[in-house]
């Protein structure tokens, strides 16, 4: 470990002064725009869920599961992808379960795996950047 030296003792002094008038000024949004893609982005959520329940597949997973039935379980599209759909597994966790990771199910050729996929990247927009 090399010494403190003055030089980067200022630096990361004055760093922290830059992030910290940062924080407190905080970050202009522009919030019509921010409401709007929000909207748009909530209507695309909706479209993707209605084709993805319209699907066949969601009914085995409706048979298979009934009321609990839920697009978002992951442990439920595992059942359904790899077993019902004898889709080729792609590994497993290090707990054990099947791998539903993006990585894992893009190398699925099946159009409601696809579809799945592109509905949780508008979720994880929603939920996380918006």
């Not at 019509?32 to 066949?56: C, G, H, N, Q, S």
């Not at 085995?60 to 992808?81: E, H």
């Not at 597994?89 to 159009?111: C, E, N």
């Amino acid at each position: 470990m090399t010494p403190c030296t003055p030089e980067a003792y200022e630096l990361l002094q004055s760093g922290s002064i830059t992030f910290a008038r940062m924080e407190a000024a905080g970050m202009r949004i522009d919030v019509p725009y921010l409401d709007a893609v929000t909207r748009k982005t909530d209507v695309r959520i909706k479209r993707f869920t209605e084709k993805l329940r319209a699907d066949p597949v969601y009914s085995i997973w409706r048979r298979r599961f009934g009321p609990s039935a839920s697009l978002g379980s992951r442990d439920q599209l595992a059942k359904v992808v790899y077993d019902d759909l004898k889709c080729e597994r792609k590994g497993w966790t290090a707990t054990g379960r099947d791998r539903t990771d993006k990585d894992a199910l893009a190398g699925i050729d099946h159009p409601f795996v696809f579809r799945y996929n592109r509905w949780q990247k508008l979720q994880k927009l929603r939920s996380t950047y918006l």
